[in-house]
């Protein structure tokens, strides 16, 4: 029995933990990188590790515990090795230093995280200069190669992840001159929000979108237009960090042949995260958007266990495979459901919850969840705050009809 | 050939037709230098347009560019398979969506035959769709163009310039030409910011900056205006969406806006066509984007909703007329070779040729070199072609090629290695990403941005 882990953070390290816990006995962990751990790597703030771990950790910490966790529980780490190839009928192909080889596993848990969207993909108009970056792209060079980060820095998004950056680039030595957020409002916390005003004197400049980039060869300003009254005017910054507007890295899934959901744009998901391609599990944040690392965790846990539970013996990963699934599928402003599938069998999903997101803030909401015409289920759940997720309860996967249409989600009033 | 001059060719302007024109002059006995404004070559217009290599049938017959376009596309299809230029011969469809356009193409393929390309065939709406399925509704009928095909914009000046260079070719970058004069007692004499350049002969292949070059040698010809076009990329899962170049109907002002794979994998959307009034206006505009946007959703709605990987925006060196302006002024030898176009690229080595000709007519001598023509691969970056992640022995013999360094693209650290140590290395990121592909793909650097940045040794 070998289990194949593709991607070697949180997500992907917990689920070899788990799965090695459960005694499975070859579990091989692939990471593109040239160490396991993922995004904490070069997440260098605290906080992570509450909700999995039980302790606070910074995220090089917590990366270097996960990777360390799942090594001496016998998984094996195969780092600087990437999968080149995954026919729908046929063995995985892997390329790395020692060379290319194939790989016919018994069962894969695809745990390929997400990433930023960059700029480009936001189609932000001007030149094309330098210092224009991601997130990602931020805290790699600050904290992995020790490199500044220009001096005066243009943050767009107000998110958690936008926060980050502005403690980065403060750590890198750029003065953030203020936040940019398209939205009402930022979707942070508000101790985060004070200290950016207070501690690192950065404005946040709501309803307001990035509608050009100028200089050359580096950024000289950005054009910033109000959306409200139309009116642009120009910030002088050399460098603009894009943040959050997350896509799941879903490369893989679509060349594994995995159908995905046009919300998340992940694979789709059961609640057990079985996909679409028998024997095929998916966890972490390549089922949507970012959540922190704990959760992503708790995700690739919850894979393992569900694959080790349907799976006894092993072959039963593949025969008890749901034939037919019930797809989730969610009405605007909610932009995604997760998981978003209800198929026999399933079970609980991760941390016992569906995970609700919505374009737009909403302060009660009220959901409701129907399946032609019939309503499964309808309340209130907290408060919706773009790129954050609401939590909605999963009893009423019990009342789909396996035989119906796609159960739908919509926000009935905003309270 | 040797004399009281510093060089005896100097070609002003490293984009494509500078770089194939050194190659050319390079197989002689010729000192020949290369004059690069810009930090790299091909870095300019050169790196921004469409990319297709044209077999020239809706030129305007009987033009030089007609010519030179025909005659270039049979010898840069050769040569890229000699040297390792991605080429992708997919063909292309010329689609018409309304009665108007429909009635157009007869007479499209009656300028290709004037122009020598016979192999055109009219095809229906439904052989269109099931060729195209993907297509948006409302096609009416299109003509089939064989030949035409994709062809790496960033290898072919990368090729022409590394021959240029192995065979002797003084390669000067960021050396931009402050002025130029005659030599009383004949020749050249250029000033460059780390002093001045005496030539022999002199080729002005300064593209967009040709005319003002040619106006301080005393011509008035033609003046450049640039004519911007943006372009928009999509990711690469796209890819399966496309399977031929899909050109529109030709207006009288402009060529309209095409879809068309690339060879690097991902599918292209545009370009616009927008006189502008800087040199160095490359900005990608609002307008420019919404108007790409709504025709893209005309030609091809679901490519929309794929992501966009890139946006770009070239320049054009368009001028007041419609030919290319090519001229030679035998006693002076000087070569003026402005106001190449869209075309340049597939006409290149033509061109190369063309001017090579009229110097020799001039009296440059053309004396063959008595040294072995270069032996010399590209290194491989079309999608379509095996690319050193690929290659086991490869791997087997050095681990960096099984290294990937740049995961959207499959870049390694080997060929990383390679692009900074080549013989016309790269010294940016944009140079790297001409040579390699690496930072060129969906993440736009979100993976390897950093790591990138610490080999090339600047952020």
């Known amino acids: 029995m070998t289990v194949l882990v593709l991607g070697g953070g949180p997500a992907g390290l917990a689920a070899a933990v788990e799965l090695r816990r459960h005694g499975v006995p070859g579990v091989l962990v692939v990471e593109r990188e040239a160490e396991a751990g993922g995004i904490p790597r070069h997440a260098r703030h605290q906080g992570f590790g509450l909700r999995d771990l039980r302790r606070p950790l910074s995220g090089p910490a917590y990366a270097r515990r996960y990777a360390e966790l799942a090594s001496s529980a016998g998984a094996e780490l195969r780092s600087e090795t990437m999968v080149t190839g995954w026919p729908l009928d046929g063995p995985l192909e892997l390329t790395g230093p020692r060379g290319r080889e194939t790989i016919e596993p018994d069962a894969v848990i695809l745990a390929t995280g997400c990433r930023e969207r960059p700029r480009s993909a936001r189609l932000v108009p001007g030149s094309r200069p330098e210092g224009v970056m991601t997130t990602g792209t931020l805290q790699q060079l600050v904290y992995l190669k020790g490199r500044k980060a220009g001096t005066r820095a243009l943050i767009v998004g107000a998110e958690h992840v936008s926060f980050s950056a502005l403690l980065t680039l403060a750590h890198g030595g750029a003065r953030t001159v203020g936040m940019v957020t398209e939205l009402p409002r930022h979707q942070s916390l508000a101790l985060f929000r004070a200290g950016a005003t207070v501690r690192w004197r950065a404005p946040l400049w709501t309803r307001s979108a990035v509608t050009a980039i100028h200089g050359r060869p580096r950024v000289e300003e950005v054009e910033l237009t109000d959306l409200d009254t139309g009116r642009a005017r120009s910030i002088a910054c050399d460098t603009v960090v894009f943040t959050a507007d997350w896509i799941p890295d879903h490369e893989l899934a679509v060349m594994g042949g995995l159908e995905l959901d046009p919300g998340t744009r992940g694979p789709r998901v059961d609640a057990a995260l079985r996909t679409s391609r028998p024997g095929v599990f998916a966890a972490g944040n390549l089922l949507h958007g970012a959540e922190t690392a704990d959760v992503a965790a708790l995700s690739g846990r919850h894979a393992a266990a569900n694959l080790r539970q349907g799976s006894d013996p092993f072959l039963r990963v593949v025969e008890g495979w749901p034939g037919a699934r019930v797809p989730v599928e969610v009405e605007s402003p909610l932009h995604w459901i997760a998981p978003n599938a209800v198929a026999p069998g399933a079970g609980v999903p991760p941390r016992g919850r569906f995970a609700l997101r919505s374009r737009e803030f909403a302060r009660r909401p009220r959901i409701e969840i129907a399946q032609d015409g019939r309503t499964l289920w309808s309340g209130h759940v907290g408060r919706l705050v773009p790129g954050r997720s609401a939590r909605l309860p999963h009893d009423w996967t019990a009342a789909v009809d396996p035989a119906g249409s796609p159960v739908r989600v919509r926000l009935a009033s905003r309270g | ?459």
């Open chain 2, 1 to 459: 050939m040797s004399g009281p001059h510093d060089t005896d060719v100097a070609i002003v302007g490293a984009g494509v037709v500078g770089c194939a024109i050194a190659r050319e002059l390079t197989r002689f006995e010729l000192r020949v230098t290369l004059l690069e404004a810009g930090p790299d070559v091909g870095a300019g217009t050169s790196k921004a347009n469409t990319a297709l290599l044209h077999t020239g049938f809706d030129a305007k017959p009987g033009t030089l560019e007609a010519r030179l376009v025909a005659r270039g596309y049979e010898l840069l299809g050769e040569y890229a398979d000699r040297v390792g230029i991605p080429v992708e011969r997919t063909g292309a469809l010329l689609v018409a969506w309304n009665d108007e356009q429909l009635a157009e193409l007869p007479g499209i393929a009656e300028r290709a035959r004037a122009n020598g390309t016979n192999d055109l065939r009219e095809v229906g709406v439904d052989e269109l769709y099931r060729r195209e399925p993907h297509l948006g509704s409302g096609a009416r009928g299109a003509i089939e163009v064989p030949g035409e095909g994709l062809v790496c914009p960033f290898t072919t000046p990368l090729a022409y310039a590394t021959e240029a260079v192995l065979a002797g070719c003084d390669l000067r970058r960021s050396a931009p030409v402050v002025s130029a004069s005659r030599i009383e007692a004949g020749g050249f004499r250029l000033e460059l910011p780390g002093g001045a350049l005496t030539a022999r002969y002199l080729v002005n292949a300064a593209g967009l900056g040709s005319d003002e070059l040619d106006h301080m040698l005393g011509h008035d010809r033609f003046t450049v205006t640039p004519r911007r076009g943006e372009l928009i990329v999509f990711d690469k899962l796209s890819r399966p969406l496309v399977s031929h170049i899909l050109l529109a109907v030709p207006t009288k002002v402009t060529k309209g806006v095409l879809i068309a794979p690339t060879v690097f994998g991902n599918v292209m959307l545009g370009p616009t066509a927008e006189d502008v009034q800087r040199k160095d206006d490359t900005e990608s505009t609002r307008a420019g984007l919404d108007y790409l946007w709504a025709e893209g959703a005309r030609i091809m709605p679901e490519l929309l909703e794929h992501e966009v990987t890139a946006v770009y925006a070239g320049l054009r060196a368009a001028t007041e007329h419609s030919d290319y302006q090519l001229g030679v002024h035998a006693p002076e030898g000087y070569a003026c070779v402005g106001g190449i176009r869209s075309t340049g690229l597939s006409a290149s080595m033509a061109i190369a040729e063309h001017v090579r000709d009229e110097l020799g007519a001039a009296g440059m001598p053309l004396e063959p070199s008595a040294a072995a023509a270069p032996e010399f691969r590209m290194p491989n970056i079309g999608e379509a072609f095996e690319r050193p992640y690929e290659r086991r022995d490869l791997i087997e013999r050095d681990p960096d090629y099984g290294r990937v360094v740049c995961f959207c693209e499959r870049v390694t650290r080997g060929e990383i290695r390679d692009a900074l140590e080549a013989p016309v290395p790269a010294t940016d990121l944009d140079g790297l990403r001409r040579r390699t592909r690496a930072h060129m793909g969906r993440c736009q650097g979100f993976f390897c941005g950093a790591e990138l940045a610490e080999r090339l040794g600047s952020a």
